[in-house]
């Protein structure tokens, strides 16, 4: 595990949780970038990017 990945993860973890609750596009827009964010940290670390839907808490 990189520290760059994590961090990674961490800061797309909390961009999406921040913004996936919220109507507008813009806000859907920074939740998706934040899954991206936290994909290309997983991804990094040799993890498999998430691809379920945000907030069902599937794993």
């Known amino acids: ?3 760059k990945g994590e961090a990674k993860e ?3 973890f909390v961009k999406e949780e921040l913004n ?3 109507k507008s596009p813009e806000s859907q827009k920074k939740a998706q970038e934040g899954r991206d964010l936290r994909n290309e940290g997983r ?3 040799g993890k498999p990017p998430k691809t379920t839907e945000p907030g069902t808490g599937a794993k």
């Open 1 to 3: 595990m990189s520290i």
């Open 10 to 12: 961490a800061a797309g």
């Open 20 to 22: 996936e609750h919220g």
């Open 43 to 45: 991804v990094e670390d």
